[in-house]
């Protein structure tokens, strides 16, 4: 919540399900958090699941919370959330190659 970026843009939405029902859609997603520890996880898994129940045609919905794979922002998260988080340098400088002087 501080970078002010969305679930997807920080890569925490690892799958979603669809199954259709007569009645009305059962969603099932996957999910993770920052940190298995994160404070605000228990808000945010029943902010994700009061919103897919607004979704029309849903009429069940499930959100599962797993940490396999363990989030990593370097190659789950969004170019603005990499940004944001201080990871917009290259595999290259990363290394030690030109560029890494800039990010120290």
């Known amino acids: 919540p501080e970078l002010h970026l969305g679930i997807l843009d920080h890569g925490l939405i690892y799958g979603d399900d669809i199954n259709p029902q007569p009645e009305g859609d059962d969603f099932k997603m996957t999910m993770t958090f920052t940190s298995p520890f994160c ?3 228990p808000q945010l898994k029943a902010s994700v699941q ?3 129940q607004t979704l029309p045609g849903v009429k069940n919905s499930v959100v ?5 794979p363990p989030w990593d922002p370097r190659t789950m998260a969004s170019e603005d ?6 990871l917009d340098w290259t595999e290259e400088e990363s290394e030690g190659g030109p560029g890494v002087e800039n990010q120290r």
Do not use: D, E, Q
Request: glycine share 12%; with cysteine; aromatic share 12%.
């Open 39 to 41: 404070p605000y996880g």
């Open 50 to 52: 009061r919103t897919i």
């Open 64 to 68: 599962n919370i797993v940490f396999t």
């Open 81 to 86: 959330c990499k940004i944001a988080l201080g």
